[in-house]
């Protein structure tokens, strides 16, 4: 059974399709040549569809209008901006948005900086007179104060 689809039909004769293509489209049966005329004689008497017609084509003309105005050279991106893009297309597939967070990464997270040999001894003496065997004395206070507490 066929379809009869007038707002398909007047996409079709908006864009400049030959009237047998678009009924087809449109999917009337247009297998006998006197029925689609005779369609045709019908859809042309429809006032509605004939002002959806001249509607689509107004809006397809100002479309291209703006396209010919707007036409800018586009933007050269940074890697960076480049990167972002294609992380936040969820068009992208799974595995391109993956790639490319993972090359943003250097961009947007701070590498730590390298400490030296006696920052860190002083960081781990820090660390082990806090807890551990080693606590000193005021640390000490504080932990038999919670186990006496309790």
Known sequence: ???YDKEEYAKMMAKGADWLDAMQAAGY???NQESAKRQKRNLDKNK???NRISELKQLQEQKQANQATDAKPPKKLSPKEYLESVY???AQDPKMRMQAAVALLPYTENKMAQTGKKDDAQQTAQQLSTSGRFATA???GDFFASVVTQ
């Open 48 to 50: 509605g569809l004939q």
């Open 29 to 31: 049966d247009v297998s």
């Open 1 to 3: 059974m066929a379809r």
């Open 88 to 90: 936040n297309d969820l």
């Open 138 to 140: 005021s640390h000490q």
